[in-house]
């Protein structure tokens, strides 16, 4: 007899002496529970690989790439746990590199969707104390039949046997609803194909494994909940099923080595699971003290920071050998200057959220979904479950109370994702109660089909949007970029959407690693230079003196900004070595092979932070357009612009689909016309019409409105 069977008798022995109040379902079988989770573990696996990105993708996938490939550091806060399974799936000889560990993020997304399918069904199954009656003696709103009606009803005692087909399907779907199958299905349908877990389970990133391990998290508490309320009071001591909620505190230490600020706003909501459980009193017992101790154990997987540090991976964000810089990076220190509480900016974030709110579960003008989370909290609320109503509840309002302060560009949705899981988990509840509603009115078939429809709008909405299968956007962009640069090139970018899946390409496929590729923005890091020292050693050794001087004031700044911030005279001496150091870069290679710059950096705006050295730039250099980056010249000469013929899978065909806030839209398109519209200018200024006048019909094709 395996484990869960043994809880099952265990259960079902004790629960004839229980005191509290009947269960509205009549448990499901163990095994009845464990296939349906499989199947829908697999259900949007099959999905997910189907709709996989084939190769790297943009923002920050590239470089997690690198690091889990390569078992370095990666931006902060590092995400230990996610670089250690991304290495171990980086290994298996199928595809390329790219798409083993985007098929990581598949398979940790079904595993959250499975999660949540046995998190709904320990929920549905735990009988929660019976509330106390209104002192008036009337009768409560909503109760007009009693907790247990709907297992009476399924029973046949007050219908007719039959063996028609309509008899059949509605005695299935009766039986569905008495054994609580219909919230964990739609539960997890909902969830699984919603528009951000499903865009995320199909390139490399961190958000699925973050949303598996918060989903295990809260089935060991649901688990753990359930056996607390249905043990026998008279003999079984709680501290019996402990276990869970060890468990549960050492899957939430490791799941702070991913994305801790997810994670961690959780925690408010878990507390509130465990007050409801076990009262006041657990917050004053070892119990507690345990379970702190055990979630220290699994955030013990921090170590891998220094101890990777130390080994001097060729990705070594923040290099944390040091305890300052540890912290620093664990932290997220840099990232600190997003924070900002302002009235305007709360207002804009708020906006933002409702937006993705209304097309995370289909389009803006089918609220299906939503309204039926709705539902589903009222439903929780006024039949009982409050501690499910308030655990789902306060998760959604710390998540909020989070994000609306923090400014972040590209993968804020995936911020909301533990807010898009309660509405996928109230979706369920919701889509019972009305299924309930319908079975009570002999309605049966109708609510089935209501929920197939909402799923199935659900997934055919955001397949057009999540469906990567020929996403070649990041690749391409890489190679159109590097097309015009000859042997030897060096490129300066502070465009991260073009760093990244070079650094990839470079660094794991070997790509054009004759090119000198160097980020400003890293620039501004100390341990940077290690890398640029590592792979350009002489790029470096030229500009030794002014690398070194720069350096001094970097490290200083690093350790203590706001004395930068006070005293002036070092502000300038370090914003003037910047500028002396990017500057001496390309003089120096100027003098044996062409330097190129993208348009982030041509395009420079007064009053920027680069606007001082940007400025200087376009004075000293001619800057004429080559295909999708500017070559710098000493002279003011014509010279023959490359090609404008570029590999273009997905962008503009028509072929993907991407949101106006799309980081394709919103960083990609504009480089390609903007691009084109400067080598249309450049060619007019020289009087060759006809070619100017093609650029700016091709620049057209690349412009969304």
């Known amino acids: 007899m395996d484990a869960a069977t043994e809880i099952e008798a265990e259960i079902s022995s004790s629960s004839s002496h229980s005191k509290l109040a009947p269960t509205v379902f009549q448990p499901s079988s163990p095994a009845l529970r464990r296939t349906l989770t499989l199947a829908l573990f697999l259900l949007p696996l099959c999905v997910y690989i189907a709709t996989l990105a084939p190769t790297v993708t943009l923002v920050d996938s590239g470089e997690l790439i690198v690091a889990a490939r390569t078992l370095g550091v990666a931006h902060p806060p590092g995400f230990p746990l996610y670089v250690l399974l991304a290495h171990l799936a980086a290994m298996v000889p199928i595809g390329n590199i790219a798409a083993r560990v985007n098929f990581a993020s598949a398979v940790f997304a079904a595993t959250a969707v499975a999660f949540t399918t046995a998190a709904v069904f320990e929920a549905m199954m735990t009988e929660e104390p019976p509330s106390t009656p209104p002192r008036t003696g009337k009768k409560p709103r909503g109760s007009r039949s009693r907790p247990n009606a709907v297992v009476e009803r399924t029973t046949g005692a007050d219908t007719e046997p039959s063996t028609s087909i309509w008899a059949s399907i509605s005695a299935s779907i009766s039986t569905s609803i008495s054994k609580g199958l219909i919230p964990p299905v739609v539960a997890a349908l909902v969830l699984g194909f919603s528009r951000t877990l499903w865009s995320y389970a199909t390139i490399t990133e961190v958000y699925t494994l973050n949303t598996a391990l918060i989903c295990g998290i809260i089935f060991l508490l649901f688990r753990w909940r359930r056996l607390i309320l249905r043990r026998d009071r008279k003999g079984t001591a709680p501290i019996q099923y402990d276990r869970w909620l060890y468990a549960a505190a050492f899957v939430f230490g490791m799941a702070l080595g991913v994305h801790h600020a997810t994670v961690g706003l959780v925690l408010p909501a878990f507390a509130v699971l465990v007050l409801r459980t076990e009262g006041l009193a657990f917050f004053t017992s070892r119990r507690l003290l ?67 709110v209304l097309r995370e579960f289909g389009p803006a003008w089918f609220p299906a979904t939503l309204l039926l989370a709705i539902g589903g909290f009222t439903y929780l609320y006024r039949r009982g479950q409050r501690a499910v109503f308030w655990f789902l509840a306060v998760t959604v309002l710390a998540n909020l109370a989070y ?48 929920l197939v429809v909402v799923i199935l709008v659900e997934a055919y909405s955001n397949y057009a949007y999540d469906n990567r299968r020929h996403y070649f956007i990041a690749r391409d962009y890489v190679q159109n970029i590097l097309s015009t640069v000859e042997p030897g090139g060096m490129l300066l970018t502070m465009d991260w959407q073009v760093y990244s899946p070079m650094f990839y390409m470079r660094e794991i496929e070997g790509y054009r690693r004759d090119v000198v590729v160097i980020d400003i923005n890293q620039l501004r890091r100390s341990w940077y230079f290690d890398y640029l020292r590592r792979v350009y050693p002489e790029v470096m050794g030229r500009a030794g003196d002014r690398v ?158």
């Open 290 to 356: 345990k379970a702190a101790a055990v979630s220290f154990l699994g955030l013990g997987i921090y170590a891998y920071l220094p101890i990777a540090a130390f080994r001097s991976p060729l990705m070594n964000w923040g290099d944390p050998r040091t305890l300052e810089r540890f912290l620093a990076h664990i932290t997220g220190w840099q990232y600190h200057i997003f924070f900002q509480a302002k009235p305007e900016g709360v207002f804009r974030q708020l906006t933002e959220f409702f937006t993705l």
């Open 403 to 450: 994000n609306v302060n923090y400014e972040i560009a590209e993968d804020k949705d995936a911020y909301y994702l533990p807010v898009f899981l309660s509405i996928a988990i109230a979706t369920g509840v919701g889509a019972h109660w009305l299924a309930q509603a319908f079975n009570q009115r002999s309605f049966n078939a109708l609510a089935p089909i209501l």
């Open 548 to 705: 070194d001087a720069f350096l001094e004031d970097l490290k200083s700044w690093e350790h203590d900004p706001d004395l930068y911030q006070r005293d002036l005279s070092l502000n300038k001496r370090i914003s003037q070595r910047f500028r002396d150091l990017i500057l001496g870069l390309i003089s120096n290679h100027l003098d044996g092979a062409p330097v190129y710059i993208t348009r982030d950096v041509a395009l420079f705006r007064e009053g920027d932070r680069d606007s001082d050295w940007a400025g200087q730039l376009s004075q000293i250099y001619q800057q004429v357009p080559q295909g999708l980056v500017f070559e710098l010249f000493r002279d003011k000469q014509f010279h023959e612009p490359a090609s404008s013929q570029f590999e273009t899978r997905g962008l503009a065909d028509g072929s993907l689909h991407f949101e106006r806030d799309d980081v394709v839209n919103v960083k990609v398109l504009p480089v390609y016309s903007s691009m084109l519209y400067a080598r249309g200018r450049y060619l007019a200024a020289a009087h060759r019409d006809d070619e100017a006048r093609e650029c700016y019909r091709k620049a057209s094709e690349f412009m969304r409105e």
